[in-house]
């Protein structure tokens, strides 16, 4: 691991704390019932973990705030995937204001994040629409100095429990413009609320814009500009996506070997099995290589150099590790492994979504190939 500096080693112990007395307590029976946890979204306000991307002036962090959230996240997704993809979500959903907003902007939304402790939505997904993003098509037309917002957008995380969405609109044939909307806005309702295999505790849904009325000063950066800002948002928020995987993958071999210690067969602890030794010490490896691309690609994006090429890397690098470990911790427990009392199997359901949200993998995949051949 890089080195941390003072703050970081105080914000992981107090993040270490939540998780270990507030959390990980509750990770099962939010999965049960795929409720959404406000207590535990209150907890996040109260350890300053959602303001980590926002400005030093709005309690954001001044110094390497996408490693420090990738760390979060990290340690929380040991124990809860669900709770650890709202520090995702916050982020990804701030980071058009961040990269795009001007000065009145930032002054009217930021203390409404911060202070009014408002919940982000990132809409851009529709029915016809996901890896393909140009693909949308909701539209916002002008009108006087209102935009007219007209569209359905799907599986929107925080859909319905945020107060402040970032939303992709078509303002042209072929013009992607982002627009900060607020949720009470007449017009907008939410459709429906996914039930979903995995991340039972994250609130997944459609929202519906009718003839909602967005003011023209809404609007982030200039028209057509969406698209750039998208890719913008995706540098950022990819190495979290990789450490919310790794962080899966680590709860997954930590539980997995305390349980190959205690479980014997044929006269010894599983552990003492060379099969078993195989399986848990390529977990390790892969787990260890995870954790340095990830950094890297997060500590790459702090820095301000170009890190497209490495978060695509450890985006998909790890949660497709997360994938493989998980699978292979249910095998190592056996039957135990694939029944609800253990936490395993919610692991390996919960891990599948990291392949395929903030661009599945076959698509970082694409943009790697795609820098490489760049000249
Ligand atoms: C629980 C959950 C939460 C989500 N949260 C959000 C959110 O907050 N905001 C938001 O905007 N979206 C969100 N999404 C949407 C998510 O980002 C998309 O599901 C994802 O981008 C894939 O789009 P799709 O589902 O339409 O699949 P499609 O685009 O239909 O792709 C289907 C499959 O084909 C592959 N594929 C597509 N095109 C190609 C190609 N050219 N070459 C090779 N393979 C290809 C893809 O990799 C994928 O495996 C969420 C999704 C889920 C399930």
Not at 82 to 103: C, E, H
Not at 160 to 173: C, D, H, P, R
Not at 289 to 301: T, V, Y
Not at 311 to 336: E, H, N, P, R, W
Request: charged share 25%; glycine share 8%.
């Amino acid at each position: 691991m890089n080195t941390l500096t003072e703050e970081q080693k105080i914000l992981l112990a107090n993040v270490q704390r939540a998780v270990r007395d507030k959390i990980a307590p509750a990770a099962a029976e939010t999965d049960r019932t795929g409720t959404f946890n406000w207590d535990v979204v209150s907890l996040f306000w109260d350890l300053g973990l959602f303001q980590i991307m926002l400005p030093e002036e709005y309690d954001g962090w001044p110094q390497n705030p996408a490693h420090t959230l990738c760390l979060a996240i990290e340690e929380i997704a040991k124990a809860c995937a669900s709770s650890s993809l709202l520090l995702v979500i916050q982020a990804v959903g701030s980071y058009p204001l961040i990269l795009a907003g001007n000065g009145d902007q930032k002054e009217k939304y930021f203390p409404m994040i911060s202070d009014q402790r408002n919940l982000m939505g990132y809409l851009v997904t529709e029915p016809g629409a996901g890896s393909d993003v140009q693909a949308i098509s909701s539209t916002a037309v002008l009108s006087d100095d209102m935009y007219v917002l007209n569209g359905r957008k799907v599986f929107a995380t925080n859909g319905a429990v945020a107060g402040l969405y970032s939303v992709l609109a078509k303002t042209g044939e072929k013009e992607l413009t982002f627009f900060v909307v607020e949720r009470e806005l007449e017009g907008i309702s939410i459709g429906k609320v996914e039930d979903k295999c995995g991340f039972r505790g994250s609130n997944t849904a459609e929202v519906i814009f009718e003839d909602v009325l967005i003011p023209k000063v809404n609007m982030l950066g200039k028209p057509g500009e969406g698209f750039t800002i998208a890719m913008g948002d995706f540098d950022m928020s990819r190495p979290a996506v990789a450490a919310l995987a790794l962080g899966l993958a680590e709860g997954a071999l930590d539980y997995t070997i305390k349980y190959a210690r205690q479980r014997h067969t044929f006269g010894k602890p599983l552990i003492e099995h060379q099969a078993i030794q195989f399986i848990l010490a390529e977990a390790s490896t892969l787990i260890e290589a995870s954790r340095g691309l990830m950094e890297r690609a997060a500590i790459g994006f702090d820095s301000g150099r170009k890190n497209t090429k490495l978060a695509s890397m450890a985006k998909y690098f790890c949660s497709d590790a997360a994938m493989k470990i998980t699978t292979d911790m249910v095998q190592v427990l056996g039957g135990y492994g694939y029944i609800k009392d253990y936490p395993i199997e919610r692991m390996f359901r919960d891990a599948k979504l990291t392949q395929i949200f903030e661009g599945a993998n076959q698509i970082q995949k694409m943009i790697i190939g795609r820098e490489l051949s760049r000249k």
